[in-house]
């Protein structure tokens, strides 16, 4: 496997799977993970440069479920035998898709018993960005906007603040997206499909709020202007509708790069 940064300096950067030694000793917070499932994502190269974490060759593989097979001196939230999942952080230097992967206990959770390794390791990395994504969610009652969501992020996200009490618009792209969450959203959610004959994002927003906006925008990218440039993917909303559509202090989450601000000019 090879994962390429987008940079031209950047070399193409090799990652591969790394087993762990079994003559090497448990760290007193460590837990040696007999690996059942794994998950493969893109591996962050750029981020990687950015942070100066880059490894030659680069691991693979980081969300992971199995069972305990050792724990260090110091562990108190695991034992041998404890069915567990969880995300391999980016510094670390071996491999999910190793028979066996050590980790520090705090990357990891017990895996609830409805739950099997494939569908834990599938799962847990959108998990755990929904949740990220949802930190400013203000609860019952809170009206959400989601772009993007038919993808699996989008969906783990509008599920989440459903979950939570929260009234969801999800907006997608024509065609097959509108088609996916027809057969997965209850009917508390509206979906709005963008793009070509698609719904007016802003007046929805608005409808299903009855005219203040949306608390929270949770977006996975979105277009400065509705002219010029690359052509926009579909369901990929304008920035202007994005900010028209939010209401008084509302909040904005984006996976934008170029739409992120230091928290200090964030108030």
Do not use: Y
């Not at 202007?240 to 000019?265: K, R």
């Amino acid at each position: 496997l090879h994962g390429k940064e987008q940079e031209e300096e950047v070399e193409e950067e090799e990652v591969v799977g790394k087993s762990t030694p079994g003559s090497r000793e448990v760290d007193n917070h460590a837990v040696v993970v007999a690996v059942k499932a794994c998950g493969l994502s893109p591996v962050p190269c750029a981020l990687l440069a950015r942070l100066k974490m880059q490894q030659s060759p680069q691991a693979v593989g980081r969300e992971v479920a199995g069972m305990v097979a050792a724990v260090g001196a110091l562990v108190t939230f695991f034992k041998p035998g404890d069915e567990v999942v969880g995300i391999l952080p980016l510094d670390c230097t071996e491999s999910g898709l190793a028979p066996r992967v050590t980790v520090h206990e705090h990357c990891l959770v017990l895996r609830p018993s409805g739950v099997d390794c494939v569908e834990a390791a599938a799962c847990v990395r959108d998990g755990m960005v929904a949740t990220a994504a949802l930190q400013g969610l203000a609860g019952a009652g809170a009206a959400v906007l989601v772009t993007d969501a038919a993808t699996s992020v989008g969906v783990a996200i509008c599920q989440l603040a459903q979950h939570r009490g929260a009234k969801v618009v999800a907006a997608v792209g024509p065609g097959v997206d509108r088609e996916t969450l027809d057969q997965l959203w209850p009917q508390s959610a509206r979906v709005v499909e963008l793009g070509v004959g698609g719904g007016n994002l802003v007046a929805s927003c608005l409808e299903e709020t009855g005219g203040l906006g949306v608390d929270l925008v949770v977006d996975a990218g979105v277009r400065a202007s509705s002219t010029g440039g690359a052509p926009p993917a579909p369901g990929s909303p304008r920035k202007h509708d994005l900010l028209s559509a939010l209401a008084v202090a509302g909040q904005w989450v984006t996976t934008h790069e170029l739409l992120q601000v230091q928290p200090i000019l964030s108030h």
